[in-house]
């Protein structure tokens, strides 16, 4: 009876030493995760992105994967974290060259106002110009919120937009009276929090904050090393002396009734003996939406080779790897030759005199100053 009684004790005091442990335990999982989600919940407020780069070999902190054998790395990164957080709102895009320690192409966006672009459809030189815009109008504070995600951009430069989602912010819309013509009214506080469809093509929007927007526009590694690779089997290198033609055509031909044009043959022709004279030892590289036209008015010279076969995003890291430019029209062929710095000469007959493109179009405000006009 006894031994019963004492089994039974026995068996109520191993159940209760279970229960404590399991009890441990359970606190143990409970403070750990709260954590877990206290670090998450400050990193969230500090940053709505999917990731933040924290070292330069691109280490990804997922905002959504924390866990207790992370806690004391992060908690360790996270006061560095804070300290760069009042330099990222001065500067919201800093270079792919940032140091360890320096965010890159993050934004703030639960707070910050918004400036909405309405999509228009338009290609990556279109897209650079309403990003530069809007960086130059609000001094590089608010980055533009597509309607439409804008892929193009992110896939081919180390910045972070903000989401589509945000667009709801915006509300009233406005409109821009010209695309190539600079307008002061556009000021950061009459457009925030407003959706405009924008062209933004002038370089008066952003002279005066280039060089952080030559930081902010860095292109992936990745692309440059596909750039670096295709010039490499192209024969050229980084000691020639490179002049880019960009010969825009397509669609280009096909809308004369609005003002629209391509650079004759007599222009390009022109300008290649204009660097043939002033650099006797340069090659010339030619992108073309047309390689078969190009290739039937340039194949014989010897000095000149076709970049062919490569997405927007190569073609123009490409461009910037060279020395000089010859722009035909066109928006991407503006971004071309601004990315490739050097001495750029553009084809100063266009667009069609009196047309509606005409009546829109400023040409000190939409060619840069330091470029040349030549016919």
């Given at each position: 009876m006894w031994s019963i009684v004492r089994q039974y004790q026995n068996n109520k005091i191993i159940l209760s030493?279970?229960?404590?442990?399991?009890?441990?335990?359970?606190?143990?999982i409970f403070l750990t995760t709260h954590q877990d989600m206290c670090l998450q919940r400050r990193i969230n407020i500090k940053d709505s992105t999917?990731?933040?780069?924290?070292?330069?070999?691109?280490?990804?902190?997922?905002?959504?994967?924390?866990?207790?054998?992370?806690?004391?790395?992060?908690?360790?990164?996270?006061?560095?974290?804070e300290k760069s957080q009042s330099e990222t709102i001065k500067n919201p895009a800093i270079g792919a060259n940032a140091k360890d320690g320096e965010t890159r192409g993050r934004f703030i966006n639960e707070t910050k106002p918004q400036i909405c672009v309405v999509?228009?459809?338009?290609?990556?030189?279109?897209?650079?110009?309403?990003?530069?815009?809007?960086?130059?109008?609000?001094n590089g504070t608010i980055l533009p919120t597509f309607s439409k995600t804008a892929t193009t951009l992110m896939d081919t430069f180390n910045i972070t937009l903000p989401d589509k989602s945000m667009s709801s912010k915006c509300e009233k819309q406005v409109k821009e009276k010209y695309c190539c013509v600079y307008d002061k009214t556009f000021t950061q506080a009459n457009?925030?929090?407003?959706?405009?469809?924008?062209?933004?093509?002038?370089?008066?929007?952003?002279?005066?904050?280039?060089?952080?927007?030559?930081?902010?526009?860095?292109?992936?590694?990745?692309?440059?090393?596909?750039?670096?690779?295709?010039?490499?089997?192209?024969?050229?290198?980084?000691?020639?002396?490179?002049?880019?033609i960009h010969i825009r055509r397509g669609d280009m031909q096909f809308y004369g009734k609005y003002g629209f044009k391509v650079a004759p043959m007599s222009y390009i022709n022109h300008s290649m003996e204009y660097f043939k004279k002033k650099y006797p030892t340069a090659k010339f590289i030619v992108y073309s939406n047309d390689m078969v036209w190009c290739k039937a008015k340039l194949a014989g010279n010897e000095r000149l080779v076709f970049a062919e076969n490569n997405s927007v995003a190569v073609d123009l890291a490409m461009a910037s790897l060279g020395t000089h430019t010859i722009m035909t029209v066109g928006t991407f062929g503006w971004w071309l030759a601004w990315f490739t710095g050097g001495e750029t000469v553009y084809y100063k007959d266009w667009p069609i005199p009196n047309s509606p493109l005409a009546k829109s179009v400023k040409h000190e405000d939409y060619f840069h100053p330091n470029w040349k006009g030549m016919i």
């Open positions: 030493l279970v229960g404590i442990q399991w009890m441990i335990l359970l606190m143990y999917e990731y933040i780069n924290l070292t330069e070999n691109t280490k990804k902190i997922q905002t959504g994967s924390f866990n207790t054998n992370k806690y004391t790395e992060l908690t360790q990164k996270i006061s560095r974290l999509s228009l459809g338009l290609g990556i030189g279109n897209r650079i110009f309403q990003f530069a815009g809007i960086f130059g109008i609000t457009l925030e929090n407003l959706s405009i469809r924008p062209y933004f093509q002038t370089w008066r929007y952003f002279q005066h904050m280039e060089s952080k927007l030559r930081s902010a526009l860095k292109f992936h590694e990745k692309i440059l090393q596909t750039a670096r690779m295709n010039l490499k089997k192209l024969g050229l290198n980084k000691t020639d002396t490179m002049v880019n």
